[in-house]
């Protein structure tokens, strides 16, 4: 079964700073989605940035980009200029090709500080 | 709509009741999914309609848990008896098709609390 680890439970930040969120994941699957989502306190999961495993380009959206190892099976977010609005958790996601599912990791809540 | 709907927005229920919530995705999305996210954890897959099918129901925990999106836009989650390990928070996503093109959108949640 894949699994998806987020392995810091809360990470905090410097507003305009950059800062890293790190995920790993486990599968034997050579074709797989890879998903970074916000969720404020409003609940809904806001989706951030996606990669797709078979392009080798790590995908970027505005101030967020990905650090993406598809041997060591690590998909890292970057946030540059940290933003007070940038606060909320993180959950770092995997799907495989042909599957529904999203697997989710447990979280990371990010703290902006002014 | 503009967005995923979800009703009601929380819902608190006696141990052993029945409860049905509501999910109301965007308009002309095909694909429909329900995960549950238990208070400090990732969200749990549930179930995924394509259409109006159930095309992988592989994540209800047990018999008490039952999905129908009968006319394929609205989908309904229901628990029979429901037991205080079913306190969590409900989403719903909804995306234009099974591809990942896009990827999902999600409601708000319905977070439910039985006492």
């Known amino acids: 079964a894949q699994t998806v680890t987020q392995s810091q439970p809360e990470m905090s930040v410097q507003e305009a700073e950059t800062v890293t969120l790190s995920c790993t994941y486990d599968?034997?699957?050579?074709?797989?989605?890879l998903f970074w989502y916000k969720q404020p306190p409003s609940r809904q999961m806001i989706l951030v940035i996606r990669?797709?495993?078979?392009?080798?380009q790590n995908a970027t959206e505005n101030r967020f980009s990905v650090n993406f190892q598809k041997a060591a099976k690590s998909f890292s977010l970057k946030i540059s200029d940290s933003q007070l609005g940038d606060a909320a958790m993180y959950f770092c996601?995997?799907?495989?090709?042909?599957?529904?599912?999203?697997?989710f990791g447990q979280g990371t809540r990010l703290t902006i500080n002014p | 709509g503009a967005g995923v709907s979800q009703t009601p927005s929380n819902k608190v229920t006696e141990k052993g009741k029945y409860v049905e919530l509501r999910c109301d995705p965007i308009?002309?999305?095909?694909?429909l999914y329900w995960y549950r996210q238990s208070l400090g954890q990732g969200p749990e897959f549930l179930i995924y309609?394509?259409?109006?099918?159930?095309?992988?129901d592989s994540g209800l925990p047990n018999d008490r848990f039952f999905a129908v999106r009968p006319e394929g836009s609205v989908s309904t989650l229901k628990i029979q008896r429901t037991e205080r390990g079913d306190s969590a928070v409900y989403l719903c996503?909804?995306?234009?098709?099974?591809?990942?093109?896009?990827?999902?959108?999600f409601g708000s949640g319905t977070r439910l609390t039985v006492v």
């Open positions: 996503a909804s995306s234009e098709d099974s591809s990942r093109r896009y990827g999902y959108t």
């Open positions: 599968t034997s699957e050579s074709d797989y989605y």
């Open positions: 990669q797709e495993a078979y392009k080798q």
């Open positions: 996601a995997y799907s495989r090709q042909g599957a529904q599912k999203l697997v």
């Open positions: 308009s002309g999305h095909t694909a």
């Open positions: 309609f394509q259409g109006t099918g159930a095309a992988d």
